[in-house]
């Protein structure tokens, strides 16, 4: 199981992830956004730089619940989630 260590919201969406491992990822969260529902609000920039690392490094989430799995995260690296 990874484990994030820092998470960095990035202009234009993009979340920066450093891994305990020492990979380095930036994910792109448009696509996602772009599908409307609960993950509109990450379109607010001042929310989306509210992105902080969930317990034990195994989730990035938001207020008010809304979180990615470190896994998944890794997985989707340079795709868009």
């Known amino acids: 199981m990874k484990q994030i260590e820092l998470a960095e919201a990035l202009p234009e ?6 891994y305990v491992s020492g ?7 448009t696509s996602l956004i ?15 730089q509210q992105v902080t690392v969930g317990e034990d490094g195994r989730y990035i989430e938001w207020p008010e619940g809304l979180d990615f799995c470190a896994d998944a995260l890794l ?6 989630v």
Request: hydrophobic content about 40%; charged content about 30%.
């Open 34 to 48: 772009n599908q409307g529902g609960i993950f509109s609000r990450l379109q607010d920039e001042a929310y989306f």
């Open 75 to 80: 997985e989707r690296a340079g795709a868009r």
């Open 13 to 18: 969406h993009v979340v920066r992830l450093k």
């Open 23 to 29: 990979e380095s990822v930036e994910v792109d969260f």
